[in-house]
């Protein structure tokens, strides 16, 4: 089996580390590229960066920060926020992403995720997917949550992966910094359906949560924040206690 992966996520506005619950309060949690080497010096498996800012200010992804961070790093770093054009997604990768990752752009362009996939391979296509429930129904939403698409959460994701993406982010925003634990049910369902990898986001707060989304929610990685940022959880102990629990993690 798959050895299963632990991803800090750096959300960055104006250049800083913040977490904020459900996407709108938001604290300052440091420095990304402190952040960034710690993860690395810890055992991280791999990063995400997404500038927050992006879509709300319609601002172009930092790519000097990225450099900054691809730099002092040496794990898969992927990249997301702002992201609408191939010229785009070549800037990120000329400044040392490794992989990008797209969400509204996608929904708004589904073309996009095949242009990618074409240009640099679907190893380096992410599809971000962040879901909310209406009437016991997950839907897409985008803009952080703030706009509901319509679109069915499992549909989209089979879309996506049909159209070329080569690993799905999935979002739950109900549980997005919660620390209640991830969306078990829908993730589960999601991953089974699929022959590419889902990573779970949202709502990690302890680790039997990891556990809970590896084994129950059948995620092949696992991505938090806060928890990491704010040092509640230290991924070397994570993994630690994954291992002891039968989970296939690389230490």
Known sequence: MLAKRIIPCLDIKDGRTV????????RDAGDPVELAMRYCTEGADELVFLDITATVDKRRTLAELV?????????????????NTIDDVSVL??????????????VRNPQLVSDLAK?????CVVVAIDIKRFDGVWKVVTH???NATGLIATEWAKTVADLGAGEILLTSMENDGTKNGFAIDITRQISESLSIPVIASG???TMPHFKEVF????ADAALAASIFHFGEIGIGALKHYLKENNIPVRL
């Open 119 to 123: 240009n640099f391979g679907s190893q």
């Open 203 to 205: 709502g990690a707060g």
């Open 144 to 146: 952080g949550g703030r």
């Open 215 to 218: 084994e129950a929610g059948a």
């Open 19 to 26: 977490k904020g619950t459900n996407f709108v309060q938001l």
């Open 67 to 83: 450099r900054n961070i691809a730099t002092h790093i040496n794990i898969p770093f992927t990249v997301g926020g702002g992201i």
């Open 93 to 106: 990768m000329d400044h040392g992403a490794d992989k990008i990752s797209v969400n509204t752009s996608a």
